[in-house]
Nanobody, 127 residues
Framework: QVQLVESGGGLVQAGGSLRLSCAAS????????MGWFRQGPGKEREFVAT???????FYADSVKGRFTISRDNAKNTVYLQMNILKPEDTAVYYC?????????????????????WGQGTQVTVSS
């Protein structure tokens, strides 16, 4: 079992920045991947970014160049630094964890690929 707790959401003006955190506990060892997803009002959940145990990262085109995913192994925490925020970034942001990743070159952008999810944190970007 893996438990995930997100934090860092809030209200920010367009052009501003926020940093989300996802603290993981439990079975957080081995070859894994962690991802961020979001679901805006009236929209389906969509992939944002992912990082695996070898620190390889992959981003959705909509956030590439603005968002950065990183991790702190000592704290078992993954971060999502969000810069140049836009109103369309408004969403509930979810952290996800996938166990048993067989190959560090494989990226997982489908929500169904992940085994554990956090409760989400709201990000609202005002225009």
């Amino acid at each position: 079992q893996v438990q995930l707790v997100e934090s860092g959401g809030g209200l920010v003006q367009a052009g501003g920045s926020l940093r989300l955190s996802c603290a993981a506990s439990g079975r957080t060892f081995g070859n894994y991947a962690m991802g961020w997803f979001r679901q805006g009002p009236g929209k389906e959940r969509e992939f944002v970014a992912t990082i695996n145990w070898s620190e390889r990262t992959f981003y959705a085109d909509s956030v590439k160049g603005r968002f950065t995913i990183s991790r702190d192994n000592a704290k078992n925490t993954v971060y999502l630094q969000m810069n140049i925020l836009k109103p369309e970034d408004t969403a509930v942001y979810y952290c996800a964890f996938k166990i048993n990743v067989p190959n560090r070159f494989i990226y997982y952008s489908g929500g169904g690929s992940y085994d554990y999810w956090g409760q989400g944190t709201q990000v609202t970007v005002s225009s």
